[in-house]
């Protein structure tokens, strides 16, 4: 079964940065879409990044510019390189797989466990 498996959160002051990893096994991984949703107190999960198995990515309008989407198909392994992060970045940020469809990313429901990145002074 697919596994997702993130890592890489913490506790960062403002304008600092943090990369998330998210190790993913049960499927053959460089064919699949992968993206990075995160989920703050008493709102809904919004999507921030998303690569296609080529390589294109696309990003929520609160993010560009600061945040990278990458993978690394050698190692199963997508990442979320986050700089300048704000405190309004806060949230708990969620590995999922997906796929791609008329340039548009799609989650299956495939979600890792989620790691916490807080951003305050």
């Known amino acids: 079964q697919v596994q997702l498996v993130e890592s890489g959160g913490g506790l960062v002051q403002p304008g600092g940065s943090l990369r998330l990893s998210c190790a993913a096994s049960?499927?053959?991984?460089?064919?699949?879409?992968m993206g990075w949703y995160r989920q703050a107190p008493g709102k809904q999960r919004e999507l921030v990044a998303a690569?296609?198995?080529?390589?294109?990515?696309n990003y929520a309008d609160s993010v560009k510019g600061r945040f990278t989407i990458s993978r690394d198909n050698a190692k199963n392994t997508v990442y979320l390189q986050m700089n300048s992060l704000k405190p309004e970045d806060t949230a708990v940020y969620y590995c999922n797989k997906g796929t791609y469809y008329s340039g548009n990313y799609y989650s299956y429901d495939y979600w890792g466990q989620g790691t916490q990145v807080t951003v305050s002074s």
């Open positions: 049960g499927s053959i991984f460089s064919i699949d879409a």
């Open positions: 690569i296609s198995s080529g390589g294109t990515t």
